[in-house]
């Protein structure tokens, strides 16, 4: 099972952000846009849990569908892909890296999915935004709140593409997701061929959407 309890923060800091409470200046236009683009997102994901559509079992899977095409649009999956497999991804066909970024979707997707029903008022504070010296890279800096007062530092690194900004990477606990995905990809890969990693990815993805079928 891979690193499910780090997606699901991933799921509830994406979701409670509409929450965040301002705490600072901002740090430039790429700053403003990008923090911009990840908030109307998250608004759109949390405007489409609270209809009650999503409540009923009947109606659900179309608003599964639509929170699938929200989280598409702020996640550049080929840019996480290639980050998550590092120097290894280089040595991939075309076919391959097109097969393993597909994968790789489904299975965040499906593992958000699983997760999001779980989302308890956790609420976000949003702390700010570090823009790199060219203005090409933003980090958007969050706390999460969970039960028990326990605040989570996540992090959102972004960059612009298609005339938006999306994400690349999530730091939680201040550890990087693309590389715990990597050290893993990375002992799959020595052991086996990227069909192998694939097709590995691919049957967790399939057992987590039986989960959720299963709901």
Not at 134 to 153: A, Q
């Amino acid at each position: 099972m891979i690193l499910r309890r780090c997606l699901a923060l991933c799921v509830f800091s994406f979701i409670a952000i509409m929450c965040a409470l301002p705490s600072g200046a901002v740090q430039g236009d790429a700053g403003v846009q990008a923090r911009q683009a990840l908030e109307a997102r998250v608004n759109r994901i949390f405007t489409i849990l609270q209809n009650p559509g999503f409540a009923n079992k009947t109606s659900r899977p179309e608003y599964r569908k639509a929170i699938e095409q929200e989280i598409a649009k702020v996640f550049d999956f080929t840019e996480f892909s290639s980050r998550t497999v590092g120097p290894r991804w280089h040595s991939f066909t075309p076919e391959q890296r097109q097969s393993f970024t597909a994968a790789f979707e489904e299975l965040l997707k499906a593992t958000y999915l699983d997760r999001v029903d779980g989302y308890n008022g956790e609420k976000m504070t949003y702390l700010g935004e570090q823009v790199s010296t060219r203005g090409d890279r933003v980090e958007v800096r969050t706390t999460l709140s969970m039960k028990g007062n326990k605040v989570i530092p996540v992090d959102y690194r972004m960059l612009p593409k298609g005339g938006t900004w999306v994400v690349y990477d999530v730091i939680i606990e201040n550890i990087s997701q693309v590389m715990n995905y990597r050290t893993q990809f990375q002992e799959m890969l020595l052991k086996g061929s990227p069909e192998a990693l694939i097709a590995r990815i691919l049957e967790q993805a399939q057992k987590t959407r039986e989960s959720i079928d299963a709901h």
